[in-house]
């Protein structure tokens, strides 16, 4: 997809990737792009082709609402998330479920929202928001890890099942970006525009998932080996 003149919504897109791709997808051309947040006074763009839209994953009536409003979306971006830092053993219950409601739960019933309209706007484009954590786990990242793989996995699911509409979907992987989210992190951080960059020259392309960086790209050829090499880095972590 060339995203000149197209009608797109971003997920979370009061900052960080969320932000970069609406301010991305402008200078690339599109027509209009609704910008989605929990709360829309977060949302400060200076643009009349940015339409400010509510959208709560863990809300479903404002996941349906949204999608009412924005019926002439021919490109859905899902980039809302969070990170609660939740262990999966002796971590608080409540916010490992509240990461797989997030990413999981919440993406999906974008989707599933949102596909009529993709169906009717000619099949349109989905991309999915993913991270290096889809692949392994890290203490501290328990919870998110497995939220990830579950999206990593819902978005192959939906590309086979979405395909006979003629709707594209995309997975976009990365480690760490420098954004709100990571602030106390302090390993390499990839720029979001460059994360946003790729992503939709890989839509482009035709490409149905994109490896941001190096990082993530060692995490993927990893897969292949065994585990326990892959995971002796993290010993004493």
Request: aromatic share 8%.
């Amino acid at each position: 997809m060339n995203v000149t003149d197209q009608i797109a919504l971003v997920t979370g897109a009061n900052r960080g990737i969320g932000r970069q791709f609406v301010l991305e997808l402008l200078e690339r051309g599109a027509r209009k792009v609704y910008a989605s947040a929990r709360r829309t006074e977060t949302l400060d763009f200076d643009d009349a082709r940015v339409v400010p839209v509510r959208l709560d994953l863990l809300d479903h009536e404002s996941v349906v609402a949204a999608a009412a409003a924005a019926g002439d979306v021919s490109l859905l971006v899902n980039n809302a998330g969070i990170t609660t830092g939740a262990g999966l053993v002796t971590g608080d219950l409540a916010e490992v479920r509240r990461e797989l409601d997030t990413h999981f739960w919440g993406t999906l019933d974008v989707i599933r929202e949102f596909s009529p309209m993709l169906a009717a706007n000619g099949g349109g484009a989905i991309v999915n928001v993913l991270s290096a954590l889809s692949w392994f786990s890290f203490p501290g990242a328990g919870a998110y890890a497995v939220a990830k793989a579950a999206e990593w996995n819902m978005t192959n699911g939906v590309r086979l099942e979405l395909a006979a509409q003629g709707t594209f979907v995309e997975g976009v992987l990365l480690g760490a970006a420098d954004t709100d989210m990571m602030a106390g992190y302090d390993g390499p951080k990839v720029d979001p525009r460059d994360v946003v960059r790729r992503a939709l020259d890989g839509l482009a392309a035709g490409s149905i998932e994109v490896v941001v960086d190096d990082w993530t790209a060692m995490v993927k050829s990893s897969l292949g080996g065994d585990p326990a090499q892959f995971y002796a880095q993290f010993a004493g972590a």
